[in-house]
């Protein structure tokens, strides 16, 4: 029995434990990591949040997800860091001044940056979400408070990937038969690439029609319509819900007095350092992380129970 019981874990370990919480536990914790992550553009609450995202999208997608965000986060940090400067010369550290005659200034080079890694850890938190929140978890936080909104925001959400999917196999298919967007002229190019627009075009409608049925059917917009849930709120979800509303609000409540702030322009001033100050950014920190923590901690807790098998 302890062997087939340990085969069964070792069959799960690429699942998350985070995905097992309840959704509200989820929502809850991308609503306040996302929401700070754009608006905080303190250096410091900016590294926080991308080497989070960027740790816990490894961490949920496997190591190849290493190189697809280095692919997204180099060119783009590299392009703002250079666009931003050209347009913008606010900023009272002049480094050099440009064959136009406008400065190049410090300020302008390090806003670009910043404003760049606010974006990228963005992504890399939207990419955890849709990792963590499907569209049935969403329907079930909302669809009692806006079933038509919700109905609509989680299937557009799976439509998209389906559609991804959809389309691979489709220009696979294609390129078996010499047709794909790779071969020939600029005009047989074009012609390829409308063909497979039109079949994707005519699968999408399909596909709307289908689920429209498949709603039809199972009785969706009847009055007294019920529907299944596996969710269940418990004491863990309770815990981890309370820490990150905690920290959640600390973090805001020390965003609104000014110890998190940062301003560029017209020269780099930061918040004055406090134990206050330290403390918000030790507790956004454990914010961001608490998806990591809650990893580690299943990690060490099964390979304790698999030293005593």
């Known amino acids: 029995m302890p062997t087939v019981f340990w085969h069964e874990k070792e069959l799960n370990t690429d699942m998350s434990e985070f995905k097992t919480y309840h959704p509200i536990v989820s929502f809850v914790y991308f609503v306040f990591v996302i929401g700070f992550s754009c608006f905080f553009m303190h250096p410091a609450a900016l590294c926080i ?170 009785g969706y917009g009847v009055p007294g319509r019920t529907a299944f849930s596996i969710f269940t709120f418990d004491k863990r979800d309770k815990k981890a819900l309370v820490c990150i509303v905690i920290l959640g609000i600390y973090t805001f409540i020390g965003s609104l007095t000014g110890a998190i702030d940062f301003s560029f322009f017209p020269s780099m001033k930061t918040a004055d350092v406090s134990a206050f100050g330290i403390s918000v950014f030790a507790a956004y920190l454990l914010l961001c992380i608490c998806p990591i923590m809650i990893e580690i901690w299943e990690v060490r807790k099964w390979k304790a129970l698999r030293s005593k098998i």
């Open 49 to 218: 949040s991308l080497a989070s995202g960027f740790t816990y999208s490894v961490m949920l997608k496997g190591k190849k997800q290493v190189k697809t965000n280095l692919i997204y986060m180099l060119p783009m940090l590299f392009i703002m860091a250079l666009i931003n400067p050209a347009f913008n010369h606010e900023g009272v550290t002049v480094i050099e001044y440009l064959p136009s005659g406008n400065p190049l200034t410090l300020e302008s080079v390090v806003y670009g940056l910043c404003a760049a890694v606010m974006i990228v850890s963005v992504i890399c938190h939207f990419s955890c979400y849709n990792e963590i929140m499907t569209s049935d978890k969403f329907i079930y936080l909302f669809g009692k408070i806006i079933p038509s909104m919700s109905l609509i925001i989680s299937m557009t959400l799976r439509f998209v990937p389906k559609f991804a999917s959809q389309l691979k196999v489709v220009t696979n298919a294609q390129k078996c038969m010499g047709r794909d967007v790779s071969n020939g002229s600029i005009i047989k190019r074009a012609k390829n690439g409308l063909n497979i627009l039109s079949i994707m075009t005519t699968w999408s409608l399909e596909n709307a029609i289908e689920t429209a049925d498949s709603m039809k059917g199972r």
